[in-house]
């Protein structure tokens, strides 16, 4: 089976910088994306890089945050910059596969800045 491990999570104070990581198991299922979901709000993008280098990022965190990619590792990893109370969430790995419609996801790593 395929498992996305997660690391870096924890508790920082704003301003700090915190470095995630997500190594999968095999080689079918990529990394290639997180997401994250904080209390009382709806699941939302984080980063995304495409099999091509193309990188996607939401609005809320352009500018601060850099996903980067691993091929030999079949790790991606996110770099976190200049973290303010708002970015408190949930982390989650995305991984995709062409052999698959959906993704597989990680278990998620918590991220609480604290003021």
């Known amino acids: 089976q395929v498992q996305l491990v997660e690391s870096g999570g924890g508790l920082v104070q704003a301003g700090e910088s915190v470095r995630l990581s997500c190594a999968a198991s095999?080689?079918?299922?990529?990394?290639n994306g997180w997401y994250r979901q904080a209390p009382g709000k709806q699941r939302e993008l984080v980063a995304i890089?495409?099999?091509?280098?193309?990188?996607m990022y939401g609005d809320s965190v352009k500018g601060r945050f850099t996903i980067s990619r691993n091929n030999a590792k079949n790790t991606v990893y996110l770099q976190m910059n200049s973290l303010t109370p708002e970015d408190t969430a949930v982390y989650y790995c995305?991984?995709?596969?062409?052999?698959?419609?959906?993704?597989?996801w990680g278990q998620g790593t918590q991220v609480t800045v604290s003021s």
């Open positions: 995305r991984a995709n596969s062409p052999l698959s419609e959906t993704p597989k």
């Open positions: 095999g080689t079918i299922f990529k990394p």
């Open positions: 890089i495409t099999l091509d280098g193309t990188i």
